[in-house]
């Protein structure tokens, strides 16, 4: 069954607690991304990497991090420095590096404790 | 000039009836113009997709008009069920590699 999966569905970090959001997809795409989302703000672009060991910034980077080791995971990183981290984050990929047709996984929602 | 314009932020159409969903670009360089529908908890989904070089596109009950002198372009929803109810957003991708720029979104709901 092909797809992308993210985990854990929910998360709860404390204050100043680094926490990492899963991302694997069995698609074989080439490009990944995270989005964040907020309540009527859409989908605002962390970070996106078009190919293995490479990314670039995406719109609201700050605070965040992420590595792409092997072509189908994708992690993100939440820094104790993105001081409003309570929100929906959704990671896609697409099969070319040209952001058409992305691919959703079914969210992390996180929660400051 | 990167931004996608969407309205109306929220939506409520009866059973049966047409919903419609507007998006505004300013950048011509965009060239790939999709609808995703998003369910409450859920991932968004691809709906239906359309590029410039046709004006409309209409897939079941779901069709996009587009108008490239006026750069807009539309997503109706004919016949409107209760299922329909989601957040739906249109996004646009320049050509040559660029991303896809959402809209904030519009929360639909169709009473019964």
């Known amino acids: 069954d092909g797809g992308i999966t993210q985990s854990p569905k929910y998360l709860f970090r404390k204050e100043g607690q680094n926490v990492t959001l899963s991302c694997e997809q069995n698609?074989?795409?080439?490009?990944m991304y995270w989005y964040r989302q907020d309540p009527g703000q859409g989908l605002r672009l962390i970070y996106y990497?078009?190919?293995?060991?490479?990314?670039q910034k995406g719109d609201i980077a700050e605070g965040y991090s992420v590595s792409r080791e092997k072509k189908e995971s994708f992690p993100l990183t939440v820094t104790s420095a993105q001081k409003n981290p309570t929100a929906f984050y959704l990671c896609?990929?697409?099969?070319?590096?040209?952001?058409?047709?992305?691919?959703f996984g079914p969210g992390t929602r996180l929660l400051v404790l | 000039q990167q931004q996608v314009k969407q309205s109306p932020q929220s939506l409520i159409v009866q059973k049966g009836g047409i919903s419609i969903i507007n998006c505004a670009y300013e950048n011509t360089a965009f060239d790939y113009f999709p609808w995703y529908q998003q369910f409450p908890g859920k991932g968004p989904a691809l709906l239906i997709a359309?590029?410039?070089?046709?004006s409309e596109k209409k897939e079941g009950r779901f069709t996009i008009s587009f108008n490239k002198s006026a750069k807009q372009f539309s997503l109706h929803i004919m016949d409107s069920q209760p299922g329909d109810s989601a957040t739906y957003f249109c996004?646009?991708?320049?050509?040559?590699?660029?991303?896809?720029?959402f809209g904030q979104g519009t929360e639909l709901s169709v009473k019964p």
């Open positions: 359309i590029r410039p070089d046709v």
């Open positions: 896609a990929s697409s099969r070319q590096a040209d952001g058409e047709t992305q691919y």
């Open positions: 990497s078009q190919i293995v060991n490479d990314f």
């Open positions: 996004a646009a991708s320049p050509n040559q590699g660029g991303k896809l720029i």
């Open positions: 698609l074989n795409h080439d490009a």
